[in-house]
Nanobody, 122 residues
Framework: QVQLIESGGGSVRAGGSLRLSCAASMFTPGTVCLAWFRQAPGKEREGVAVIGSDATTRYADSVKGRFTISRDNAERAVYLQMNDLKPEDTAMYYC????????????????WGQGTQVTVSS
């Protein structure tokens, strides 16, 4: 069983940056794809970014050009660099894992971290 633990959240002003980290206890076929999702109160869970074992990435339109996802297989970690943060980015951010294909539908993911809060003020 894979465990995912997020860190790096916090409170920042609009235009600021944060770097989220997610550490996996191990990589298995179920961790071929590593993704970041977010959920704000009263809103549906949204796929933010995903990266495959081949480093192929996909991003939600709302974060393209601002967020960058990366992974370090040696350290069993996935990261989300968030720049030019906006108040609408405020949410609980979760990392998740699944085997191929690497999509951004939350229903496809079975392994989840506990989340890290990101708050962006105007």
């Amino acid at each position: 069983q894979v465990q995912l633990i997020e860190s790096g959240g916090g409170s920042v002003r609009a235009g600021g940056s944060l770097r989220l980290s997610c550490a996996a206890s191990m990589f298995t076929p179920g961790t071929v794809c590593l993704a970041w999702f977010r959920q704000a109160p009263g809103k549906e869970r949204e796929g933010v970014a995903v990266i495959g074992s081949d480093a192929t990435t996909r991003y939600a339109d709302s974060v393209k050009g601002r967020f960058t996802i990366s992974r370090d297989n040696a350290e069993r970690a996935v990261y989300l660099q968030m720049n030019d943060l906006k108040p609408e980015d405020t949410a609980m951010y979760y990392c998740a894992a699944r085997p191929f294909p690497c999509g951004l539908n939350s229903y496809d993911y079975k392994t989840w971290g506990q989340g890290t809060q990101v708050t962006v003020s105007s």
